[in-house]
């Protein structure tokens, strides 16, 4: 794979996040009643990112929570047929029942993640919503599936790939176009 373009800079992901962050406060009228539930591994810093930004603003702090979807992956018996699943575990800090999740990830392609974060906190108990915010979204859906919230629609073709770094993995900040 070769580097075709970086398209969301530190600055340009810290704007997003900003922004995803109040269109949060501004579609629940606040933050009461709402967790914020990364999907497994980006997912969580993002979350966590969120839920700073949201303190920032609000002056209250909002739960935030982490999910584990290795189990529930329709694809899981193709992507580990000669070893085991590595499950690290869902830590979703308070009852999820009958409040608004959010559920954030990194990128937002054939939503088949998505489905399987929704059966997996299904198992852990019953919202009363359910929204998603992703940093990107793009494109490609299998599933009928969209994000409440999106950091930046970047429209690619089949032979390209979305990789987002962070810092707390990746200790670099940005977001690339792949061409494989």
Known sequence: MSKKAVVLDEQAIRRALTRIAHEIIEKNKGIEGCILIGIRTRGIYLAQRL????????GTEIPVGEID????RDDLTTKTENQEPLVKGSDVPQDVNNQKVILVDDVLYTGRTVRA???ALVDIGR????QLAVLVDRGHRELPIRADYVGKNIPTSSSEKIVVELTEIDEREQVS???K
């Open 69 to 72: 979807i290795t189990l529930y």
């Open 51 to 58: 839920a700073e930004r949201i303190q920032q603003i609000e």
């Open 177 to 179: 176009i792949y061409e």
């Open 117 to 119: 974060a929704l059966d």
């Open 127 to 130: 919202p009363s919503s359910v």
